[in-house]
DNA sequence: CTTTCATGCAACTATTTGGTTGCGTTAAAT
DNA sequence: ATTTAACGCAACCAAATAGTTGCATGAAAG
């Protein structure tokens, strides 16, 4: 049951291989537990504990097939994490804005 | 010494309290910590904790004056983070434009 | 059918994290 | 000058995290 949290979602993408793994299929593709962990410096537990958390977060698509787990990025969970920077932004303009306009009504 | 390193900063926003404390900063203003830890069901150094972390990440500014210690956001790691997420977002992009392409010039 | 390979499950460990409390320091207010 | 308020530092604790290993299972290949 993924969460699609804010915080949630920042949290899996706050581990360098994490981000690596998201890196690896930012192409769009589909890649197997062994496919992801080739070269990384740890078991193959460990990265299929860090596919779970990405998928956990939303960040993934799962799809078992035959004997394998092929993983795919979620492009909608980017999105919903970019989102929520961008509101940020949007909240520290608009407050500068109006900032602006309530200086500008002063002076007119 | 902040890092802004991506990881790093994810890792600093994957915590609801440290996210609240981007939101409540996110107008651009300074506050101090206690200011910050108002309505928040923690110590006062639970707060300091959090804002170090923030701090450590590169996401805030921080200014003393006086005998308190004033925070605010940093635009440009909100920012970076969010560079980030485009990059992922672009690779995809590119990819299925050079598929789309290649399979345009298998057509023509 | 037997073997091999990709995975899941569970136990265990070390480190990090999110929180606490107590105390000392320094700046502001009375 | 004394008190109060905002902070920093350090010790401590429980829970979560990132990793390990060993073993069981189910699909593919021989």
């Known amino acids: ?16 291989t994490r981000l690596g793994l998201v ?5 769009g593709s589909e890649r197997s537990i062994v ?3 080739e070269g990384l410096p740890m078991s193959r537990q460990a990265v299929a504990k860090h596919l779970d958390v990405l ?6 698509h799962r799809r078992k097939s035959g004997r394998e787990v092929h993983y795919a990025l979620r492009r909608d969970a980017i999105e919903a994490a970019r989102g929520w920077l961008d509101q940020v932004n ?8 109006r900032l602006k306009a309530m200086v500008e009504e002063g002076d007119g």
Chains 1, 2 share one sequence.
């Open 23 to 27: 890196t690896r299929l930012s192409d």
């Open 1 to 16: 049951m993924p969460s699609s949290e804010p915080a949630h979602l920042f949290a899996a993408l706050g581990d360098p």
């Open 35 to 37: 496919q992801l962990g």
């Open 55 to 60: 998928h956990g977060a939303g960040l993934l």
């Open 90 to 97: 949007a909240q520290w303009d608009g407050t500068l804005a």
